[in-house]
C-alpha cells in the first residue's frame, strides 16, 4: 500500500509535465512564474488541496479550456477522495482532448477503485492508443489484467479446492499487484 502510493505520486508528479507539454502548444502560452496554475501545482505538492483548488479555479476562470489546469483540478479531486468529481473532470477532458493519455489512465484508476476492472481496461487500452509509450498506463494494464486472473483462479479454486496449482497460481497474481493502480 505504501509502496503504490509512493509510486502513485511519482506518477502524478511526472504526469504534469507530459500533459502540460503537450497542452501547451494547443491551449495556452506557458504559465509565468507565479501565477494561479504555478501556485496551485505548488500547493498541490505540499498536499494543500483547498487552497490548490482555489487557485486552480481562479486560473480556470480566465482559462475554462486549459487541459493542464483541467487536469490539475482532477487530480486534486482525486486527492480529496471526491472521485465523482474527478472522473467528471477526467471524462471531459477525454472528449476534448482525446489525443492524452493520462485523464484516461486517471479514470481508468477510479473505475478499478470501484471494482469495473473491464471499464477500467478499456481506458487503459486507449490512453495507450493515444500513447503506445505511456508506461503508467502500460502497467496499469498488466496490473488490470492480473487482478482479472487473480479472480478467475479464485473462481476455480472455488470449484476445485484441492487443487493447489491454483492455489499458488492464486497466490502469486495477489502478491504481484497492488490493490489499485497508479494515477499519472
Not at 487557485?55 to 477522495?81: H, N, V
Request: with cysteine.
Amino acid at each position: 500500500r505504501v509502496l503504490f502510493r509512493s509510486l502513485q505520486l511519482l506518477a502524478m508528479l511526472m504526469a504534469f509535465a507530459c500533459c502540460g507539454a503537450q497542452a501547451q502548444t494547443k491551449v495556452i502560452a506557458p504559465p509565468l512564474p507565479n501565477n494561479d496554475y504555478t501556485q496551485a501545482t505548488q500547493l498541490y505538492r505540499a498536499a494543500q488541496y483547498d487552497q490548490a483548488m482555489a487557485r486552480i479555479d481562479a486560473w480556470l476562470k480566465e482559462r475554462p479550456k486549459d487541459a493542464r489546469g483541467r487536469f490539475l483540478k482532477g487530480m486534486i479531486y482525486s486527492q480529496q477522495r471526491k472521485n465523482d468529481e474527478a472522473a467528471r473532470v477526467y471524462t471531459e477532458l477525454t472528449q476534448d482532448f482525446p489525443e492524452l493519455p493520462e485523464p484516461y489512465n486517471n479514470l481508468a484508476v477510479i473505475y478499478a477503485d470501484q471494482g469495473d476492472l473491464e471499464r477500467a481496461r478499456g481506458l487503459l487500452e486507449t490512453a495507450i492508443r493515444a500513447n503506445p509509450a505511456f508506461a503508467a498506463a502500460q502497467e496499469n494494464l498488466g496490473d488490470i489484467h492480473t487482478r482479472l486472473a487473480a479472480a478467475a483462479y479464485e473462481r476455480a479454486l472455488k470449484l476445485d479446492a484441492k487443487n493447489t496449482a491454483l492455489a499458488a497460481k492464486l497466490k502469486a497474481a495477489n502478491e504481484l499487484v497492488p490493490s489499485r493502480p497508479s494515477q499519472k
